[in-house]
């Protein structure tokens, strides 16, 4: 064991983590990759965006994680006429103290979703990821503090381009991870029609894990520990992204602490106070593809994601990892 955590630490965080998986399970079925990369995020403190087709269980999977624990979940539908107050609160003039009140929005809970965040015009995009940054909102001077622990989920559909707004590159650069669902297997999908569940509010899922043993998690992450060569290694990556072509411009500093943030985390899921190249390798796609941008781009988001991809597994396979 490393001098950062103890052992009886480890086993706390990774049993809170597996009854999490193993409750989630129970509605997310066949989608133990996708599980698993939400609680890397979850223990690393970061927002998910989640850019996929509609109707394949976004939703589902925000809200099976808030009925996991004891976490406030809240869901904001993103329109074109949505105002920066609409998410994050505004203050009201109550006549009987003559003083404004600070009326909280829906930003103030611990699982946020950010339903087709794509579709709000700029000024409320920006409103929901300074929030993310801060974890907190600021009102006519006064700051106040968001959920603990506190995780976004944004989600967006990548082939519906009419009356949307598409995340800058700066912004997308906020979410610790992307990833996407992806249809179900068939048995999977026959057992989701058996269920006859048409919605997430149907779901119940009893709390396994309390905010505490979350926060608690989070807090251990940080402690991982990580070897020297394991961080060459990740730079060795930033660094092949910035000199690529056919990139735009490679990750930034944030886009390597990101890596970095999330190997650790992945190594507390998998019950280890140390990191491993694997770690750092299951990751890049998830962490890393959405913080790059092609320098020729078709306006095909499916294609231009695959090959960005395609480019992240051509730098891996050209970057031996250390042994």
Request: hydrophobic content about 45%; charged content about 25%; some cysteine.
């Amino acid at each position: 064991m490393s001098e950062f955590l103890q052992s009886e630490q480890i086993a706390e965080a990774k049993g809170a983590l597996d009854r999490l998986r193993g409750n989630m399970s129970q509605v997310i079925l066949g989608k133990d990759d996708v599980i698993e990369q939400l609680l890397v995020c979850l223990a690393a403190g970061g927002h998910l965006l989640i850019e996929d087709l509609p109707g394949v269980g976004k939703t589902t999977l925000a809200y099976a994680l808030a009925r996991s624990t004891d976490c406030a979940f809240s869901r904001i539908q993103f329109t074109s006429d949505l105002l920066p107050s609409d998410v994050t609160g505004v203050a009201i003039y109550d006549e009987s103290t003559r003083e404004f009140a600070f009326k909280p929005g829906p930003v103030f809970a611990n699982i946020v979703l950010a339903d087709e965040i794509n579709r709000a015009p700029p000024k409320t995009q920006s409103a929901l990821l300074e929030v993310m940054d801060r974890a907190k909102v600021t009102v006519d001077g006064e700051a106040h503090a968001v959920g603990v622990p506190f995780m976004v989920f944004a989600t967006q559909n990548p082939i519906d381009y009419e009356g949307t707004f598409p995340l800058p590159e700066s912004q997308m650069d906020r979410f610790l991870m992307r990833m996407r669902m992806g249809y179900p297997e068939h048995k999977d999908e026959i057992e989701i029609l058996r269920s006859m569940r048409s919605g997430y509010d149907s779901i119940t899922l009893q709390a396994v894990a309390s905010r505490a043993e979350v926060a608690a998690i989070q807090a251990l992450v940080p402690q991982v520990f990580v070897e020297e060569s394991i961080l060459e290694f990740i730079l060795r990556i930033v660094d092949a992204t910035r000199t690529e072509s056919d990139f735009r411009a490679g990750a930034s500093v944030r886009g390597g602490l990101a890596l970095r943030t999330a190997a650790q985390a992945r190594a507390l899921v998998k019950g280890r106070d140390f990191v491993l190249p694997d770690d750092v390798t299951e990751l890049v796609q998830s962490v890393l593809a959405h913080r790059l941008a092609l320098a020729r781009q078709s306006g095909d988001a499916l294609e231009e994601r695959r090959t960005v991809g395609l480019h992240l597994k051509r730098i891996l396979s050209a970057l031996p990892p250390p042994v």
